[in-house]
């Protein structure tokens, strides 16, 4: 696939990134459902933990609250007692919704980006988003796509989409998504947004960015057939009206779909109670209520959803584990993605502890360093619950 310049310009900053059909062998490896990492446990062969339709087992949380009555549920993660307790067009390309007008002074002012601490943060809408926008969190991001890929058996979304005109990524973050979705549906117009321009100059033809805010009025003039999210987690202060902004944009027969985790980390056992990573989990939601974006929402979206108007709602329900602890080949690949991606999330959390939870810089380091031993030690069972939202608009 051509690879075209955008319309942003020269990048002050640049995405280390995994870009479709030109991905290194181990992105190419997780976009195609085959494993990069080598067989850790062949013998140990588990059922896929999410299944549709089957008996919800019960996922408890620190409130009281469960996920027995989810629709659609997860097979436990079981931990591994083999391993070991420790460680084509224009040359600049234009978006549907470009203004010319409003480029020059919206790149001065975008790409002047915010220093905390030794971290970049956007400059639009500042204080928005809580966590680094810079080349570290970029990867981190990554390793993001990677991890999904493999939960997802190399598939970009659930959604059975077929070969939709236009399609809406919020959030875009590096833009990898898009990106990919461009390659992989080439009659489609795939536009991205995001609060920091942080995606590549070059892109297939058919992929744009836009610096928005989704908790704004969304201004686009065409309707998508398919609208997409993926870590939301820490973005909104109200989830439900941009999930209703989002059903108001769909064109008729459109699809929604969510992926997102919840914080604290969970656990089926006790070895994560009473460690520092159960703390720093608990902190960074604090520090998110603190900040007026709950960590937990996720869990919501299928009420939300249903009382806006989607119709037939259905989650799917997953366990991704914070390093190779369970049995099973697949997830033990997963845990190990997922673990390069809270290792790379932890140094991120610094400027969003010391900011709404007054935490100093040395606390926040002996924190961290306690938080690292018990993520590398696989004694400790800890999991992210994640759910996908695959929700079509009659």
Excluded at 85 to 110: E, F, I, T, W
Excluded at 225 to 248: E, L, N, W, Y
Aim: hydrophobic share 35%.
């Amino acid at each position: 696939m051509d690879r075209w310049p955008s319309d942003s310009g020269s990048r002050a900053f640049h995405t280390t990134f995994f870009r479709p059909n030109e991905m290194d062998s181990t992105a190419e490896a997780a976009a195609n459902g085959t494993s990069p990492i080598p067989d850790l446990d062949a013998s140990a062969d588990v059922p896929p933990y999410a299944t549709e339709h089957e008996p919800a087992s019960t996922l408890p949380f620190a409130d009281g609250s469960s996920t027995s009555n989810s629709s659609i549920s997860n097979q436990a993660l079981e931990a591994d007692s083999a391993g070991p307790a420790s460680s084509d067009g224009d040359s600049k390309a234009q978006s549907p919704n470009y203004a010319a007008s409003s480029v020059p002074s919206l790149r001065s002012h975008v790409f002047n980006f915010v220093v905390e601490q030794g971290r970049t943060f956007h400059r639009y809408r500042e204080g928005k988003y809580p966590l680094p926008n810079d080349n570290r969190e970029q990867e981190r991001l990554d390793f993001q796509h990677c991890f999904m890929l493999i939960l997802l058996d190399g598939k970009l979304q659930l959604s059975p989409v077929g070969e939709p005109q236009n399609v809406l990524d919020i959030g875009t973050g590096t833009g990898i998504w898009a990106i990919e979705f461009a390659d992989r549906h080439p009659t489609a117009n795939v536009i991205g947004t995001d609060l920091s321009p942080i995606q590549p100059d070059f892109v297939p033809k058919n992929c744009f960015f836009e610096i928005d805010d989704a908790e704004d009025d969304w201004i686009f003039s065409e309707r998508f057939d398919f609208i997409h999210m993926r870590g939301m987690m820490t973005c909104f202060t109200d989830p439900k009206s941009v999930m209703q902004k989002a059903f108001d944009q769909l064109a008729p027969g459109g699809y929604l779909e969510m992926q997102d985790g919840i914080f604290p980390l969970q656990c089926h056992d006790d070895t994560l109670a009473g460690t520092a990573l159960d703390q720093w989990g608990k902190a960074c939601v604090e520090a998110g209520e603190v900040m007026g974006r709950a960590w937990t929402n996720a869990r919501y979206y299928k009420r939300w959803m249903e009382e806006i108007g989607f119709e037939e709602v259905k989650e799917k329900i997953f366990e991704v584990p914070t390093s190779s602890w369970p049995r099973g080949k697949k997830v033990k690949e997963l845990g190990l993605w997922f673990h390069e991606n809270l290792m790379d999330s932890l140094g991120a959390s610094k400027v969003l502890l010391n900011k709404a939870l007054a935490y100093q810089p040395d606390e926040v380091e002996l924190l961290l360093m306690e938080v690292r031993k018990n993520l590398k030690n696989k004694g400790v069972h800890a999991y992210m619950p994640l759910w996908v939202y695959p929700i079509h608009c009659s």
